[in-house]
């Protein structure tokens, strides 16, 4: 029997309810705390604050743990509350090549200055089950055999191409910088600001574009030049001081790809380059945002548009921001009587149309 | 009324976005019809779901205001009580369903049966504000063509529709010109509203969130439904009653009552609906159904 969809506050109220307690699990468990997710999901962490573009573990774990793990959700909550946050100023670009880094590897040279930093990763880890892990206690050797803390110094990479004028200059400085969280985005956008949409876009939407560039849709032949992780100071001026102070540490993923040559019958050929940064640890999605970044300049870099999608600027930064992404697809579930309705009404009255014309030419 | 949530601003939204917003409503109104880009903020509520109006509302809202929420011209659809309770907690306004004693509705595919009047506000959720879209996917394409007022791909779109249909074969999101000028998608209503946009006393606020656009339409603007000489727009409803109220020039929805498939006819503005029951109209009761 038919029940109306209509007289939706109860059930609303009801739905919330349930979903609370959906969340919870059973309640002879223990709950899960904000700080064990920091802790132990520090990856699904890095992602939610990544693209939810607000640095701070604990209200990324605490959106992971209100949204019941569902990181898109958890994304959406760290969005939601960050726009409510005043903007102060800018911080200074931050120096990555300060770095202190946990992980510091190049594809392209088998000994850098400052030398190699496997670190903490699951590259060479065999993808087996560790039934181990089912027990409750969860013990690991604490001791880990590390060199001393690297305080040498790691000089970008890329940099060291740079001196014999390999590799392509980028430009320094950043005056007026826009910034898309407060200004509508309008196309073209310079660099800066494709790479600030870059950085918080969906990591599965950046990561497929990446992929396609490697398979020929706009294929610009990277090599992971250098990525490296770690910890590196935010530095902010402060007006009534006149100097910079150092206001936090972030935890910050950054990958420079080397990519083909350009040059022509005036200009020597050069390496062109890729980059990609992001919040927390993320390689996958950095090393993705640093093909998509590339295939992006092919205006820049006096390439040929060949229709490639990840060289379609409208359509990558149009479609690669998750919670615009989700909301859109998933409003769909909405009501939409009146609109199905006038569907209808207009299917009738065409068929009713060419039904007359069918019996008439019968 | 639900406990107000005194953690975030007036409204929710902060008094630096609002006036950001206010600025973008204002060129809206100067140049009617004309898409302003506006810095959509994130909403406590997924995009595609009415982020644009709540923000258009979001800053239009004062104290004294007095809010209205419909979706599909029902007040009580999910999504409208949910955005209503919104408003609730995060502005403290009164809200009514009386189409009449609402300073501000906010409406996602509908425009109230019952006139509006001069004072009024009407806030448009607005999926994709883009005319165009569908005939150029290119944001930097579309605009160029509403600079210099080139539709002709539009005409074109709907006679082809013509040819092959014999019909325009646009039922909602009917396309619109105002005041001569641009040409613009009035919302997914239906186009058997879209008579009521034109010479329309209350102001016409439209938002968009996920594409960061709001446009206007100010009050008594002329708009009209885009059509050809030898194929003049028509407006397009059931041919039926309201099986609840028996209004025979409502915009109805069509509802399954049973599992063999039978169908009945109600008002889909439910305030419309039950002030003509409550002044003792009645139609042929929910028992009633067109096979």
Request: proline share 5%; hydrophobic share 40%.
């Amino acid at each position: 029997m038919y029940v109306a969809v209509k007289g939706g506050e109860k059930a609303i109220a009801n739905a919330h309810k349930w979903l609370a307690q959906e969340r919870r699990g059973d309640p002879a468990l223990k709950s899960i705390s904000v700080n064990q997710i920091i802790q132990q999901m520090r990856l699904a962490v890095s992602r939610v604050m990544a693209e939810g573009s607000l640095y701070d573990p604990e209200l990324a774990a605490l959106a992971i743990k209100q949204a019941s793990g569902d990181l898109i959700e958890a994304i959406f909550l760290i969005r939601a509350y960050r726009t409510t946050l005043n903007r102060f100023g800018k911080s200074l670009p931050i120096e990555t090549e300060q770095m202190i880094c946990k992980r510091r590897i190049s594809a392209t040279f088998k000994d850098i200055p400052g030398g190699q930093i496997l670190g903490p990763t699951y590259d060479y880890t065999h993808r087996l089950l560790d039934f181990k892990l089912l027990a409750e206690d969860d013990e690991v050797e604490t001791e880990t055999e590390t060199v001393d803390a690297p305080s040498v110094d790691m000089p970008h990479i890329l940099e060291l191409l740079n001196n014999e004028g390999l590799i392509q200059k980028e430009k320094t400085g950043c005056d007026n910088l826009g910034d898309i969280t407060r200004e509508p985005m309008e196309l073209p956008a310079d660099r800066a600001l494709r790479l600030q949409v870059l950085a918080r876009a969906d990591e599965g939407f950046i990561l497929g574009m990446g992929y396609s560039t490697q398979r020929g849709y706009g294929r610009n032949h990277a090599f992971v030049g250098e990525l490296r992780n770690g910890i590196v100071v935010v530095e902010m001026e402060i007006a009534e001081l006149g100097f910079a102070i150092e206001i936090g540490e972030i935890e910050v993923t950054e990958c420079e790809s080397i990519n083909q040559f350009q040059g022509s019958k005036t200009e020597p050929a050069q390496f062109t380059r890729g980059y990609g940064l992001v919040l927390g640890q993320q390689e996958r999605k950095c090393i993705a945002m640093s093909l998509v970044d590339r295939a992006l300049r092919w205006r820049e870099l006096g390439e040929e548009f060949t229709g490639a999608p990840a060289q379609d600027e409208e359509f990558v930064l149009y479609h690669c921001d998750n919670i615009q992404a989700t909301g859109f697809v998933e409003h769909i579930k909405l009501p939409h009587y009146v609109d199905f309705q006038s569907e209808l009404e207009l299917l009738r009255k065409l068929r009713a149309t060419a039904i007359l014309n069918q019996e008439a030419a019968e | 009324m639900l406990e107000a949530d005194n953690h975030y601003n007036f409204a929710y939204l902060d008094e630096q976005t609002k006036r950001m917003i206010r600025r973008a409503i204002l060129k809206a109104i100067s140049i009617p019809g004309y898409q302003v880009p506006f810095a959509s903020r994130e909403m406590p509520m997924p995009y595609g779901w009415g982020t644009g109006g709540v923000q258009v509302t979001a800053a239009c809202l004062v104290p004294k205001d007095i809010v209205k929420v419909i979706d599909q011209g029902a007040d009580d659809t999910t999504n409208a009580v949910s955005i209503r309770q919104f408003f609730e907690k995060t502005a403290e306004v009164k809200t009514t369903e009386k189409t009449q004693e609402a300073s501000l509705i906010q409406t996602r595919h509908r425009i109230p049966e019952t006139s509006l009047s001069e004072g009024q506000i009407l806030v448009y959720q607005v999926p994709i504000p883009e005319p165009l879209r569908f005939i150029e996917p290119r944001e930097s394409e579309t605009r160029k063509m509403h600079a210099l007022k080139e539709y002709g791909l539009m005409h074109v779109k709907l006679y082809e529709d013509i040819a092959h249909h014999g019909h325009i074969a646009t039922s909602y999101a009917y396309p619109v010109e105002v005041e001569g000028r641009y040409v613009m998608d009035p919302s997914p209503i239906p186009k058997f509203d879209n008579p009521k946009l034109s010479n329309c006393p209350a102001l016409q606020l439209f938002g968009a969130g996920r594409e960061q656009r709001i446009y206007a339409l100010p009050p008594y603007c002329k708009v009209v439904s885009l059509d050809f000489e030898d194929h003049p727009f028509s407006q397009l409803r059931a041919d039926q009653k309201c099986v609840l109220c028996g209004a025979d020039e409502s915009y109805l929805d069509e509802i399954i009552i049973d599992n063999a498939g039978s169908r009945a006819f109600i008002c889909s503005d439910t305030d419309f609906c039950s002030s003509r029951q409550a002044n003792g109209f009645a139609g042929a009761g929910l028992g009633e159904a067109v096979l």
